[in-house]
């Protein structure tokens, strides 16, 4: 595990993941989140976040968090290990509400400056219907890449912690 890609729906706990992963392995953890957004959730053009990430991979170690789906093929080219957090939707529109509340006005830790936590609900309808929309692409592609990468598919904190816990 030297590049190693944490994806899911918004709230399954991508970020709480990686950094327990990061706490472990001691690599680079990068929070995809940080480089994507600008100041009140600007989104960068294609060509200059492809640039990003393109960047971001180059790098000899690292820990990333975060879907991007658009930068599926640059990401999983240069991984070697893929975690699916594959929660159920009213799980993760629990963690997303419950996120929202605690961050509500102020930025998290895994956003840059000028990304304030707010209501939104173009995003929380984003969050639910994300495993309807993305859940069967997210799987082919696990299942085109796990001859050659570790793919590791998890439904539950207790799978992922497990995996936490065979690693230290």
């Known amino acids: 595990m030297k590049k190693v890609l944490v994806i899911g729906c918004c709230g399954a ?3 709480t993941f990686s950094k327990k992963l990061q706490s472990i392995l001691k690599l680079e953890l990068i929070h995809l989140d940080q480089y994507y957004h600008k100041p009140n ?3 960068p053009e294609k060509r200059e976040w492809e640039e990003i990430v393109n960047n971001l991979v180059q790098k000899p170690s690292w820990i990333m968090d975060g879907n991007y789906k658009g930068t599926f093929d640059i990401r999983f080219k240069e991984t070697d290990t893929i975690i699916y957090l594959d929660y159920s939707i009213l799980k993760c529109l629990w963690r997303v509400i419950k996120r929202i509340i605690k961050y509500h006005g102020t930025v998290r830790p895994d956003m840059p400056k000028g990304c304030e936590e707010r209501f939104d609900l173009e995003f929380l309808h984003y969050a639910a219907t994300f495993n309807s929309k993305n859940r069967k692409e997210i799987i082919e592609r696990l299942n085109s890449v796990k001859e050659h990468k570790k793919v590791y598919v998890f439904k539950t904190d207790k799978e992922a ?3 936490l816990s065979q690693i230290t």
């Open 13 to 15: 706990g991508k970020s």
């Open 161 to 163: 912690d497990l995996l």
């Open 41 to 43: 959730l600007e989104e």
